[in-house]
């Protein structure tokens, strides 16, 4: 697994981290490439989620958009796709979608609603 530097929403005070497997989780089992967003501080959050892989460009090349609004609390997993994107096309695309060895995934954040009853959902 490997881990996005920590990126501060300063509207809210919330700090997200991007959680890549770029084997995939156990789910995927090695056919794609699987990302989850975590909320590492701040507080508890409604939100849809957009994860958007760039090419060697900046232009968007493949695009997830959430249907549902997801919970997101310090406490509870991240929230993401096992099956993102296939392994094999990034590899057959190479320099198309590889920037020097390196994806490009942008997360774009919609914050419905602040919540304290997440905390309270969540609690051990």
């Given at each position: 697994m ?8 300063r509207?809210?005070?919330n ?7 770029p084997?995939g989780?156990?789910f995927?089992?090695?056919g794609a490439?699987?990302v ?6 701040g507080p508890?959050v409604?939100?849809r989620?957009?994860y958007?892989?760039?090419d060697?460009f900046?232009d968007?090349?493949?695009r ?8 997101y ?10 099956t ?7 590899l057959?695309?190479?320099n198309r979608?590889?920037l020097r060895?390196?994806?490009i ?7 419905t609603?602040?919540?304290e009853k997440?905390?309270e959902e969540?609690e051990?």
């Open positions: 490997i881990y996005s530097d920590r990126v501060t929403d509207r809210i005070g700090v997200w981290q991007l959680q890549l497997y084997s989780t156990h995927a089992r090695g490439i699987s989850f967003l975590h909320l590492v501080e508890n409604n939100a989620t957009t958007v892989l760039r060697a900046g968007a090349f493949h997830e958009l959430s249907d549902d609004v997801d919970g609390s310090t406490l509870k997993d991240a929230a993401g796709y096992h993102f994107f296939k392994r094999t096309k990034i057959n695309e190479g979608v590889l060895g390196t994806l995934i942008d997360v774009e954040v919609q914050i609603g602040i919540s997440l905390l969540y051990l």
